[in-house]
């Protein structure tokens, strides 16, 4: 039975550094412990929220009166499993996987360098950037159904993969295996160093914040631009601010609240709408 831990705060576990207090904490180390906190959840009939590293997600100030599940070490793993094909746990490190397969001179997953998080949201946010996304490397997910608690494992195609979402709602992702190419290590590591040099604006960034808030609504109109056309650019409310690096992100400047960050989101939504007509749809997850 995972040792329940209270009085943890979501602002330690995401990367806005913002959010509440959670009813019960768990960090199952294997699946036996993972079915526990579920029935947890269940028997006092408590929502659950699966966290990876925090990445993508704004939490409410007033906290989460569920019991939230962060995979634990028996899901932390990467390990080659025969010459091309990778099997990862849900609560490695996609940054991992990247320098583990530059490592083994594997290339496919050099579009992750630089996105962080875990395997595990990766996969539930269908992570990637505009020409490849995670879904293109997969081969099949585990996943625990939290309703029927049956571990199934469903390959790429039986999974409805689409942009920045995976139709994985009600499951708890156990694991994937996926498929690489066997290149020289230094092909991989050139290709990984031009990724991270696409990135290097992100530093402009120096802030916390949980990535793109909005999706792009086309390669056309991606949602900074069209955030930045009307001149929203280092608007603050409160604590939170749209970056003047990038239109499509909010920052915490320092003690920002969840309110303040809601409240930007709806200016950028109401501004974009007014001047474009263009409805932004939400890339963050908000609990
Ligand atoms: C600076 C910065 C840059 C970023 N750049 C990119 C980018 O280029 N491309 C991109 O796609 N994303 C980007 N992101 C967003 C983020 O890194 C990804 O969405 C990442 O995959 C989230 O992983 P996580 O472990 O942090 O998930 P979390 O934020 O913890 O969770 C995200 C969602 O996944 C669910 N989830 C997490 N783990 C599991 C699991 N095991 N089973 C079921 N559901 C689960 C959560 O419930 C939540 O709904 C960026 C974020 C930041 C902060």
């Not at 906190?37 to 009939?45: E, L, M, P, T």
């Amino acid at each position: 039975m995972p040792k329940p831990k209270k009085e943890k705060l979501l602002a330690d576990h995401t990367s806005l550094k913002i959010g509440g207090p959670v009813f019960c904490w768990t960090e199952p180390k294997d699946i036996d412990e993972l079915l526990d906190s579920v029935s947890i959840a269940r028997s006092r009939k408590k929502s659950i929220l699966i966290i990876g590293r925090g990445c993508n997600i704004l939490a409410p100030d007033n906290g989460f009166d569920g019991v939230v599940i962060k995979l634990g070490p028996g899901f932390d793993y990467i390990e080659r499993e025969g010459s091309e094909i990778v099997k990862l746990g849900a609560g490695s490190s996609i940054q991992d996987l990247v320098a583990r397969a530059s490592q083994w001179g594997l290339g496919g997953c050099e579009f992750l360098a630089g996105i962080p998080g875990s395997a595990g949201g990766a996969i539930f946010m269908n992570a990637g950037i505009r020409e490849k996304e995670i879904k293109d490397i997969i081969l099949e997910v585990e996943a625990l159904d939290m309703e029927e608690g049956s571990v199934m494992s469903l390959k790429r195609q039986e999974i409805y993969f689409g942009y920045r979402s995976s139709g994985l709602d009600g499951m708890c992702i156990l694991g994937a295996r996926i498929k690489l190419n066997k290149d020289k290590n230094s092909a991989v590591e050139k290709r990984i160093e031009d990724f991270i040099k696409r990135r290097e604006w992100m530093r402009g960034l120096g802030l916390p914040s949980a990535g793109s808030v909005f999706k792009n609504p086309n390669d056309k109109n991606p949602a900074g631009r069209l955030i930045e056309a009307c001149d929203l650019k280092g608007w603050r409310i409160g604590g939170a601010e749209i970056s003047n690096a990038h239109a499509n992100f909010i920052v915490n400047k320092g003690g920002a609240s969840s309110k303040d960050v809601l409240g930007l989101i709806d200016l950028a939504r109401k501004s974009v709408k007014e001047k474009f007509g263009i409805d932004l749809e939400l890339e963050i997850k908000i609990i």
